[in-house]
Structures are given as structure tokens and as C-alpha cells.
């Protein structure tokens, strides 16, 4: 964990948290099988996301007990919005429709290119409407923020006003970039790690997310 003050941010959340630590920590070996690897974000993303989802709404419903007919809190499912940044978002979202099975899913397509680092889109679908949702953006690294800047964009320009970012690492750069660019968005990270190396990954990292995700190096 990078010695970065974090309370200077005034909507970044660290979850410090010794299961998600733990979790984190063995993610990083370059040995893990791409299963085991997979199923660790995902129970991550559980953890994560009992935190991140501490305040979102709750409707009343009436239950029948053995005893009585009672009203009780249930969560409001419909009005939450699961939003990963294709490709390793999906899988934190896995773990978020765990805890929320009945959420509704946007999708951003988002890759940086090899050699500007720059975020490109190519997909974009959110539900409509969308202004009253919580929308829960997730992307497991947030590196330079540049890919996380740009889907929260997207989210904005379709109406998007409440907004959760929720990346397992995150780098001291990409934190800042975030919050310079988006301060009403409340931001969750399990990790903050060193730096960027040159090439833009984060250093200790885990490699590429996604191709990790998915075994497709
Ligand atoms: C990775 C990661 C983030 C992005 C973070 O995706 O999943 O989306 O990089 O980097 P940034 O903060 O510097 O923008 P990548 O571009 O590798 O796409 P992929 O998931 O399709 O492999
Ligand atoms: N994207 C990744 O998947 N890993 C990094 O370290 C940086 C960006």
C-alpha cells in the first residue's frame, strides 16, 4: 500500500479491510491459473461491494412471516446500475450481481491503445432512463484514471448524476486524475500501489487485468 494521503480526497474510499488485502495480495502472483483468478475478483468485488453499496435505496414490501404479515426494507433493485468497463470490469460484476442479482447492467467498451495509453470507446449501452439510477462504474485497475475519466463521461452525457467508481487497485495518478475530473463521484479502491512503470502499468500491479481475466496471454 503506497503512503498517499487519501483524505485530501474528499469522495475516495480506501476499504481497508484484511480479507480484501489478502485477496489482493495473492491476485498478484503471475503464477495464479486464470480460473482461480477470475473467482478471486469476483469475491473481491463482493466484499468491495458491501461497502460501496452501503447507502443505496431501500423500499418497503410487505412479507409474510410464519407470524404475521409484516413491511420490511428490501433493496431497490431496478434503481441500481452496474456499469463495468469492458473487458476486466465484467469480472467485478459478476460479484456485484451476487449481492444484487435483479440490477440492471449498462456496458462501456473501452481499451487504451498500446502506444498513447490514450482510452479509446467503442460500446456504449446504459439503460434509459438513467437520471435517477445509482450507477456503479467498476474496472479492477485504475492506472492512469484515463479509461475511468472517460466512462463516467459517458455516463454524464446520458444523464448519469449518481455515480460510484469501484476499482480493487488503483495508482496514486489515476486517483488524482479521477477525483480532479469527477469529485461528486464517490470512488471505492481496495489498493492504492506505488506508481506507472513507463509503459503505464501499475507498479506492483497484477499485469493486465483483462488478459489475466480472460487468459488471453
Ligand atoms: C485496462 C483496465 C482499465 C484500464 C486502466 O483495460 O481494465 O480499463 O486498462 O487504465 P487507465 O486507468 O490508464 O485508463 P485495457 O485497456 O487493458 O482493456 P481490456 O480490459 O480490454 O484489456
Ligand atoms: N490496465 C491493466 O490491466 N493493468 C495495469 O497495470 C494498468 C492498466
Known amino acids: ?3 498517499i494521503d487519501l483524505s485530501k480526497y474528499t469522495n475516495v474510499t480506501y476499504i481497508n479491510h484484511p480479507l480484501v488485502k489478502h485477496k489482493i495480495s495473492i491476485i498478484r502472483s503471475a503464477d495464479m491459473p486464470t480460473n482461480q483468478f477470475r473467482q478471486i475478483i469476483k469475491e473481491i468485488s463482493i466484499l468491495e461491494g458491501y461497502e460501496a453499496l452501503r447507502n443505496i435505496p431501500t423500499k418497503e414490501k410487505e ?3 410464519p407470524i404475521e404479515k409484516t413491511i420490511q426494507p428490501v433493496v431497490d433493485a ?3 446500475c452496474f456499469v ?4 476486466a470490469g465484467l469480472g467485478m460484476q459478476e460479484g456485484l450481481l451476487e449481492l444484487v442479482p435483479e440490477a440492471v447492467c449498462g456496458h ?3 481499451y487504451r491503445d498500446e502506444v498513447t ?3 479509446k470507446e467503442y460500446f456504449c449501452k446504459l439503460p ?3 437520471s435517477q439510477r445509482v450507477i456503479v462504474v467498476v474496472d479492477p485497475m485504475l492506472a492512469t484514471g484515463g479509461s475511468a475519466t472517460d466512462a463516467i463521461n459517458l455516463v454524464k452525457e446520458k444523464g448519469g448524476k449518481k455515480i460510484k467508481f469501484v476499482s480493487i487497485i488503483g495508482a496514486p495518478q489515476g486517483i488524482d ?3 480532479k475530473n469527477h469529485p461528486d463521484v464517490q470512488v471505492y479502491v481496495g489498493c492504492v500501489d506505488e506508481k506507472l512503470n513507463e509503459v503505464g502499468y501499475i507498479v506492483p500491479g497484477l499485469g493486465d487485468a483483462g488478459d489475466r481475466i480472460f487468459g488471453t496471454k
Open 84 to 87: 463495468p468497463i469492458l473487458r
Open 117 to 119: 495509453r490514450e482510452p
Open 177 to 179: 486524475y479521477l477525483h
Open 63 to 65: 412479507i409474510v412471516t
Open 1 to 3: 500500500m503506497a503512503k
Open 128 to 130: 434509459n432512463p438513467i
Open 108 to 110: 462501456i467498451g473501452i
Open 78 to 80: 431496478k434503481s441500481l
